[in-house]
């Protein structure tokens, strides 16, 4: 069993800036490969982007070249910075653990885009 805590999210100007951090559980961190997602109100599920155990990132579209993932494994968090945050950016925000078989999800954090 794999637990997620993620933080960061809150309320932000059009424009601005946030970091998103969710913290994992156990000690094979290092091996998962850990994935944002975000759900609008009314819509499904979306991918983010996602990083692997060696650091290769990917992201769709609609973020690419404004957010950015990361991960320390020394602190078994990985990160989400946002920026040049848009209206259409407001959703929850989940990270995701895989790990083979089977994934884990964190319990979310709203972020809101609105000025």
């Known amino acids: 069993q794999v637990q997620l805590v993620e933080s960061g999210g809150g309320l932000v100007q059009p424009g601005g800036s946030l970091r998103l951090s969710c913290a994992a559980s156990?000690?094979?961190?290092?091996?998962?490969?850990m994935g944002w997602y975000r759900q609008a109100p009314g819509k499904q599920r979306e991918l983010v982007g996602s990083?692997?155990?060696?650091?290769?990132?990917n992201y769709a579209d609609s973020v690419k070249g404004r957010f950015t993932i990361s991960r320390d494994n020394a602190k078994n968090t990985v990160y989400l910075q946002m920026n040049s945050l848009k209206p259409e950016d407001t959703a929850v925000y989940y990270c995701?653990?895989?790990?083979?078989?089977?994934?884990?999800w964190g319990q979310g954090t709203q972020v809101t885009v609105s000025s």
């Open positions: 995701n653990a895989k790990v083979p078989g089977t994934g884990y």
């Open positions: 156990g000690s094979m961190f290092s091996f998962y490969v």
């Open positions: 990083i692997t155990s060696g650091g290769t990132t």
